[in-house]
Structures are given as structure tokens and as C-alpha cells.
């Protein structure tokens, strides 16, 4: 079936498009009918990842008022920051704090440490490299594979914001569009990256891939605080079982198809579909909805076949 995604296109900036990351909506960007505005002041507790003393941080609805916050309390400038993982120190990608936050989880955040700069010859057609950013900001490394191009080169590891290309400042891009500039490069080619790795009190393994599924992460049975870009935070039920499932094959579609992993950017997309009931109709809220990305049709198609799976299943 024809899904005419170019006729549908909608313009809009890449600002706009980076605003929906943690604010999945349905067909008519409402809010999620379970969620309700927080009925009383939620105080969290941080650390610093590297040691620190425990600190609190309050009243915040966005990933950059948090990050003022845990700057405040420990008194460095927020954009020493580079994310924060809930409930372990360790550099975990699979715990890495995005668009939800379980009421009960701990803060710690990673600050910068180490400056370093690395030529990459790119000598197979793919870095073996996944991208993610803290939605602030700063892009890093999430995931690197086992005897690719990034795996030979041990002064690269998990957790490196990457903070140029050739000399090209990076700060501010999304993790795709991060993504696209290394896929970019010709094999063969050579290029030069500058990275920041974040401080370490001890040795902690920076350089392993193994973790928890995203599905862990999801979890299930425990309210979230869902943070957004625009607007109040809100309180949110964590999603059943079958709804967490199908948004980690999400999250494993986009790695396939667009070389990134982002559990809030397929949560998005789940959200929009599951009311959906034909691939154009998905097709075209996917495009109101995350146009700038151009995902290709067949992309589509697999995304709307993991939702109707899991609707089949009964959310």
C-alpha cells in the first residue's frame, strides 16, 4: 500500500522537531490520558557520578531545569553536565535519564573530565558506532561494536561526548544529525574527532557494551515523572509489559534503519500509531508528528507492524 509520505510532508525546524523527544502525543496532540499535572512538590535525590556529597533537586519540568538544579546544589555551571544516569554511578547507557523518571529513582550525573582528540580512518563502510545526545546539548557515544571501526580505536570509549568533527563544533546537534555526519564519510577517509569523557573517581568499565534491555529501563507497575520540553511535568503510570516490548523493537527498528537508539523518539512513535488503524493514517501522523526525519517507507512499515502486534496482544 502506497504510503505517499513526500505528498504529505509538513515543514518544520529542527528546533521544533527536537521538542517532541519525552512528549509522545495521539492524533491530536493532547496529553496522555493518564497523566495529571503533579499534585504536590517532588524533591529527588543526586550525586555526582565521580563522588560527591547527596544533594536535592526540585522543581523542575525539562531536562535543562534539572541540570540547573543538580548544578545549583552542587555548585558547578550546568553545562559542565553531560547527562545523568538513575540509580548507578556507572557510565549505563540502558540507565541513562531521557524523558521519564521513576519517582523513586537517584541522580547521579557525569561531568566532564578528560579532553582528547582522535583520527579515525574509516575502513569499513560503517564506524560500528551508536549515537545519543541528553537532549541539551551534547551528543555522545551509546553503544560500540564488538570488531568494528570504533572498537579498534580503545582511546574512544562508551560514554565520550563528542564535541567537534574535522574542527566543526558540535554542541547543540541532535544525535542524528551527529549520526549522519560520521555516516557521511567515505570508507577509507580520514577525519578527526575531539571528545570529552566524563570524570572518574575509579575505574568503571567505560568501554562495556553489555547492559540491561530497554524494556528493563521501561519497567513497569511504577509512576514516572514525564519531563517536557514546553509546559509542566507530569505524573505519568509506567506502560504495561506488551506496550514496553513494543517500544524497545521500535527503539531496535531505528537503529536498523537510521543508526541511532532513542526509547523517548519510539515512544513518540508508539504513541502516535496505537490509535491508528492503516499504515497511511500512521504514515501521516508519523509525518505531522516527526517530519524532519524523512524516515523511508519501509521504516514505516515495520514500525506499524511491531504496533499492530502489540495491539493484537492488547495494550
Keep these: 500500500m502506497p504510503l505517499r509520505l513526500r505528498g504529505k510532508k509538513k515543514a518544520k525546524s529542527k528546533e521544533t522537531a527536537g521538542l517532541v523527544k519525552g512528549e509522545p502525543t495521539g492524533a491530536g496532540g493532547g496529553s496522555p490520558s493518564a497523566s495529571r499535572a503533579p499534585a504536590r512538590r517532588l524533591v529527588f535525590h543526586a550525586q555526582l557520578a565521580h563522588g560527591s556529597a547527596t544533594g536535592r533537586v526540585e522543581g523542575f519540568s525539562s531536562i535543562q531545569e534539572l541540570y540547573a538544579q543538580i548544578a545549583g546544589a552542587f555548585e558547578i555551571s550546568p553545562?559542565?553536565?553531560?547527562?545523568?544516569?538513575?540509580?548507578?554511578?556507572?557510565?549505563?547507557?540502558?540507565?541513562?535519564?531521557?524523558?521519564?523518571?521513576?519517582?523513586?529513582?537517584?541522580?547521579?550525573?557525569h561531568v566532564k573530565g578528560i579532553k582528547k582528540e582522535v583520527n579515525v580512518c574509516k575502513s569499513e563502510d560503517s564506524l560500528g558506532v551508536t549515537i545519543t545526545d541528553n537532549g541539551v546539548g551534547y551528543a555522545f557515544i551509546k553503544r560500540i561494536k564488538d570488531g568494528g571501526v570504533i572498537d579498534s580505536i580503545k582511546t574512544i570509549c562508551v560514554g565520550d561526548h563528542i564535541e567537534s568533527i574535522n574542527?566543526?563544533?558540535?554542541?547543540?546537534?541532535?544525535?542524528?544529525?551527529?549520526?549522519?555526519?560520521?555516516?557521511?564519510?567515505?570508507?577509507?577517509?580520514?577525519?578527526?574527532?575531539?571528545?570529552i569523557e566524563p570524570k572518574k573517581a575509579f575505574e568503571i568499565e567505560p568501554r562495556s557494551k553489555a547492559g540491561k534491555s530497554s524494556a528493563e529501563k521501561i519497567g513497569s507497575g511504577r509512576a514516572t515523572l514525564r519531563l517536557r520540553s514546553k509546559g509542566p511535568a507530569t505524573v505519568e503510570e509506567m506502560p504495561s509489559e506488551t506496550k514496553a516490548k513494543a517500544i524497545e523493537k521500535i527503539d531496535d527498528v531505528l537503529e536498523l534503519y537510521m543508526g541511532i537508539r532513542d526509547i523517548d523518539l519510539a515512544t513518540t512513535m508508539f504513541e502516535a500509531g496505537k490509535d491508528k488503524v492503516n499504515p497511511d493514517e500512521f504514515a501521516v501522523a508519523l509525518d505531522e508528528t516527526l517530519g524532519d526525519f524523512a524516515f523511508p517507507d519501509e521504516f514505516v512499515f515495520d514500525v506499524w507492524g511491531v504496533i499492530g502486534d502489540a495491539k493484537r496482544r492488547g495494550l
Design 79 to 109: 553545562s559542565e553536565i553531560l547527562y545523568c544516569t538513575l540509580n548507578t554511578p556507572r557510565i549505563d547507557m540502558e540507565r541513562l535519564l531521557g524523558g521519564q523518571l521513576g519517582l523513586e529513582d537517584f541522580i547521579f550525573a
Design 167 to 195: 574542527g566543526e563544533n558540535i554542541v547543540g546537534w541532535r544525535h542524528y544529525d551527529v549520526a549522519k555526519k560520521l555516516k557521511e564519510f567515505k570508507k577509507e577517509e580520514l577525519f578527526t574527532m575531539k571528545l
